[in-house]
Structure formats: C-alpha cells, structure tokens
C-alpha cells in the first residue's frame, strides 16, 4: 500500500512539474527563445557561421488598406456616393489578388449599426473599425487665432487636420503600425481597372520604401516655404538629399520655386518600418513643430514628396502602373498622365 502511494505521489509530482515547465516556457517564451539564440551562437562561434535572427517585418501582417471616413454620421451625401463607388470597385477590382484587410477610421465612434450595415453590404471585403479621435483632435497645439492665415482660412481646420493626421498623425495609431505597408485610398477614390498583381507582394519585392500613382504641382499657395524650411533642414542636420534624381528634377524646374512637386497621395503605398526611421521621424517632427501644417496648410502631398527626396532613393520608390484611378471631382486620367492643379479640392468639413 505504502509504494503504491509513494508512486502515486510521485506521478502526481512529475505532473505537476511538467504543468510548471509549460507554463514558464509558454509565458516567458521571449525569455526561453533568447537564451537558445545564445546557445545557438555559441555553438556557431567556432566554425564561424552566425544564427539568423528573424527581423521585426518576418512577424508582420503584410499590408492593409486604410481610409478616413471623418465623421461618418454627417457625411455629405456626395461624399456618401464616392465612398460607396470606392467599395465597389475596391469589392470587383482589388481582390482577389489583394486578400487584405480594409480598415476604416474615423473621428468619431463607430456605431454598431453602421459596422453591420457596411460589412453585409461588401461582405466580401475584410473590415476593421477603429475611432482615430484622439489623435485627430490632438492638434494643432497652438490657438486658431494665432495661425497666419486666421483672417483668412486656406483650408478648414478638419482639412488641415486630415494633412497633419496622413503626415504624422497615423504613425500614433497601433493597429496601423502593426502591418508593414499601408495602402491609403480615399473615400473619394475609385479604382477603374483590375489589380492584377499583389501590391504588398510587389512592395516586398522591389524593398520599396514608397509607392506612388503619379505626381502633379499643387497650389504654390499651399507650398509657401516648404523646399526652403527643408533644404535649411538638410544643411543644419548635415543631410544628402538621399533621392538626387527627383531632387534635381525638382530644382531644374522652370518653375521653381514658385511650384512644388506633390505625389497624389490619395492612392499612395508607405513602408510603415521605413517611414518610421528615426531620421525621418525627426524631420517629420520637425515639420509638425513648425505649425506650418496649419499656419500655411502644407499639406501631404508635397510633404510625402520632400520627404522622398530627403531619405528614399530612386530605386527605393515604386510606381504603381497599369491601371486607371478617379479621385472625387477629378477627371479620370491615366497613370502616364499628370494632372494639372486646376481641379478642385475636395475639402473635409
């Protein structure tokens, strides 16, 4: 009786013990995970081989899209109309060589109602809901009434808003920063054509830093001082213009500097881990110190495309080809095309 006991107990004990080792290796699998790297590297040390270690975008979802809806509740009913053109060409034209999510983001809380309504719509899209209203609120941390253009307003504030949210603003948001690449389409675009190709896939690679659809001169009235604040911003922090053909192209421009390159980011594909090096961090932060999002609404397009000078080198830049956009109120053009900057802007209100 006693060593039937005994070994009852014992059992008991080497199952407790196996409970206890999976608990600790499942919850501190980090831990365990680097120490067999250690030993790993050791092992290696003497014939000189090294263990490879998966980079942070091995463990990454690929890519999403991701769209401001600003204040669902009050669209206007044109807006309303584009949104629901852009699902469905996104519905016949995106997938299925696109098997990725859509997130949809807007300043004010999502109801349940809408989420249901939008997902039973285009069932076949792939939704996520998240309220952005934090970080969209959260500037400009200076008063209205001390902006230079108080008398008189460029843009609205939401506008203005929208600007700073696409150039800094989505890099606070963690759901964003959790996929590699970000494909922004607005709620005012509409893709004319099949996407024959993964777009993440493509990203990948050509190890793109940006993808962009074609690029036009915006208003000189919404670019006032922008090269100059980053050439003194290169020259100060003892930067190369990294991108020297669009740099040159640029500054040999007849109307330079009167006009300034923007790419069209309303269809636009960013390198979430490249865009948020720490170089590039600074200089965006630099620009979001200066206020001139607000003060001269600098707006995104010729940020994103100052910016792309600045740290991505021609071969690090991708054109995305072979199929046709309509933004809004703009004429639809082909990507050979570049349009001119008499067509209106669609404002957030």
């Not at 809806?69 to 584009?82: E, F, H, I, N, P």
């Not at 090269?227 to 100060?236: G, Q, R």
Request: charged share 20%; with cysteine; aromatic share 14%.
């Amino acid at each position: 009786f006693l060593t039937r006991m005994m070994g009852t107990r014992v059992l008991a004990a080497c199952y407790i013990a196996v409970i206890v080792l999976a608990f600790v290796y499942f919850a501190d699998g980090q831990t365990v995970s680097h120490a067999q790297n250690h030993l790993s590297a050791q092992a290696h040390a003497g014939t000189g081989q090294h263990h490879h270690r998966r980079s942070q975008s091995d463990d990454m979802p690929p890519g999403a899209i991701f769209m401001l809806v600003s204040d669902w509740r009050t669209l206007r009913l044109g807006r309303q109309c584009y949104f629901n053109l852009s699902m469905d060409a996104l519905t016949s034209k995106w997938r299925p060589h696109n098997p990725y999510p859509i997130i949809l983001m807007d300043t004010k809380p999502w109801e349940r109602r809408d989420m249901v309504d939008i997902r039973r719509t285009w069932s076949t899209l792939d939704f996520k809901f998240i309220n952005i209203a934090r970080v969209w609120n959260g500037s400009p941390k200076i008063p209205e009434s001390s902006l230079e253009d108080a008398a008189k307003p460029i843009s609205t504030m939401n506008y203005k808003r929208m600007c700073h949210f696409f150039f800094k603003g989505f890099t606070e948001i963690p759901l964003l920063m959790e996929y590699k690449y970000l494909l922004r389409v607005d709620d005012d675009t509409c893709i004319h054509d099949h996407i024959n190709f993964d777009i993440f896939q493509r990203m990948n690679q050509k190890r793109a830093a940006y993808a962009y659809s074609h690029s036009w001169y915006d208003s000189p009235q919404v670019t006032n001082g922008l090269y100059d604040f980053a050439a003194k911003y290169a020259a100060s922090n003892h930067i190369a213009w990294k991108n020297e053909e669009l740099h040159n192209q640029t500054i040999s421009a007849k109307s330079f500097p009167r006009d300034m390159p923007s790419f069209n980011t309303n269809f636009e594909v960013i390198n979430t881990l490249r865009y948020r090096e720490p170089a590039v961090m600074r200089f965006v932060d630099a620009v979001v110190a200066s206020n001139m999002i607000y003060h001269r609404r600098w707006g995104d397009a010729p940020l994103r495309y100052v910016t792309a000078m600045l740290f991505w080198t021609e071969r690090e830049m991708l054109r995305l080809e072979g199929f046709e956009l309509q933004h809004s109120a703009w004429r639809t053009f082909a990507m050979a095309e570049h349009p001119d900057s008499n067509n209106p802007l669609v404002e957030y209100h």
